[in-house]
Nanobody, 120 residues
Framework: VQLVESGGGSVQPGGSLRLSCAASGRTFSSYAMGWLRQAPGKSREFVASIRWNNGNTAYADSVKGRFTISGDNAKNTVYLQMNSLKPEDTAVYYC??????????????WGRGTQVTVSS
């Protein structure tokens, strides 16, 4: 599976950004797909995921109520709408897929990452 992210950038605190990730190659309806992020000096952490076969979503506590993940089956694309952004959201955001759960040891495919910077 190849993953291509887009939509990163710089924004002021309180602003919004929308990330997109398009998947190509062999995909499975049971896959979980979503986003992890890595801030400077920190380990990569889970942000949000969606499962294609039932639409179930999951979020890290730090982004609940501010971020929304959605998917377009026909386009094999997931989106991450990020609202009320905070400086602590600054990180490289990686799109990823997993046949099980979307945490680092179980990720099957990674995108190259897109930078999100929240600063005044």
């Amino acid at each position: 599976v190849q993953l291509v992210e887009s939509g990163g950038g710089s924004v002021q605190p309180g602003g919004s950004l929308r990330l997109s990730c398009a998947a190509s190659g062999r995909t499975f309806s049971s896959y979980a797909m979503g986003w992890l992020r890595q801030a400077p000096g920190k380990s990569r952490e889970f942000v949000a995921s969606i499962r294609w076969n039932n639409g179930n979503t999951a979020y890290a506590d730090s982004v609940k109520g501010r971020f929304t993940i959605s998917g377009d089956n026909a386009k094999n694309t997931v989106y991450l709408q990020m609202n009320s952004l905070k400086p602590e959201d600054t990180a490289v955001y990686y799109c990823a897929t997993s046949r099980t759960v979307l945490v680092v040891p179980f990720v099957d495919s990674w995108g190259r990452g897109t930078q999100v910077t929240v600063s005044s």
